[in-house]
């Protein structure tokens, strides 16, 4: 149950795209199409951006997309906002109801 | 409106117990799976626990099985995490999160409960 390897920031200015890598194993990333994105701004609660590699629930905004490519998912934020400035955690199946965090990513609007 | 309010942390030393607690609201809460992710200060999240929707499947991440167990109420629209040898790196944040009814991600967190285990 390692963590996910995911950059430890990202910048970017505003109306620009930044992606965020995600790289797991076979086990996690690549062996199931269960990844998901968590937006968290300080002290709050994680948000649900992306499901299953690349759905978006209602209400998240239609900038933010997802990939995967085999053992590593990815999270592309496009026309980079203001509020968009938050840390951002990847999330893997691994069998048997065990889930794995990535190590997160602070998103920087410049 | 989905609601989830976890409630139970505090101060503890070094091998003892807390009973962390989460009143689930504005949703069927025997219909979904549930979770614990926790967040020690500065660090990032750390999938803890689940429980299926009857309770009689439990998982847990190896850094807390043997210590921690996950339950829940459904009667009662809760869901409960005791936590006994409690060590410093037990530090953090503990968040309930209701999984997905399609499964395979998180999509209502609670605002969390702090829990401090230091002498």
């Known amino acids: 149950q390692s963590a996910l390897t995911q950059p430890r920031s990202v910048s970017g200015s505003p109306g620009q795209s930044v992606t965020i890598s995600c790289t797991g194993t076979s086990s996690d990333v690549g062996g199931y199409n269960y990844v998901s994105w968590y937006q968290q701004h300080p002290g709050k609660a994680p948000k649900l951006m992306i499901s299953d590699v690349s759905k978006r629930p209602s209400g998240v905004p239609d900038r933010f997309s997802g990939s995967k490519s085999g053992n590593t998912a990815s999270l592309t934020i496009s026309g980079l906002q203001g509020e968009d400035e938050a840390d951002y955690y990847c999330c893997s199946y691994a069998s048997r109801s065990v889930y794995v965090f990535g190590t997160g990513t602070k998103v920087t609007v410049l | 409106e989905v609601q989830l309010v976890e409630s139970g942390g505090g101060l503890v030393q070094p091998g003892g117990s807390l009973r962390l607690s989460c009143a689930a609201s504005g949703f069927t809460f025997s219909s979904y799976e549930m979770m614990w992710v926790r967040q020690a200060p500065g660090e990032g999240l750390e999938w803890v626990s689940y429980?299926?929707?009857?309770?009689?499947?439990?998982y847990y991440a190896d850094s807390v099985k043997g210590r921690f167990t996950i339950s829940r109420d459904n009667a009662r629209n809760s869901l409960y995490l005791q936590m006994n040898s409690l060590r410093a790196e037990d530090t953090a944040v503990y968040y309930c999160?209701?999984?997905?009814?399609?499964?395979?991600?998180?999509?209502?967190w609670g605002q969390g409960t702090l829990v401090t285990v230091s002498s």
């Open positions: 999160a209701r999984e997905h009814a399609d499964g395979y991600n998180f999509d209502y």
């Open positions: 429980i299926s929707t009857s309770g009689s499947t439990k």
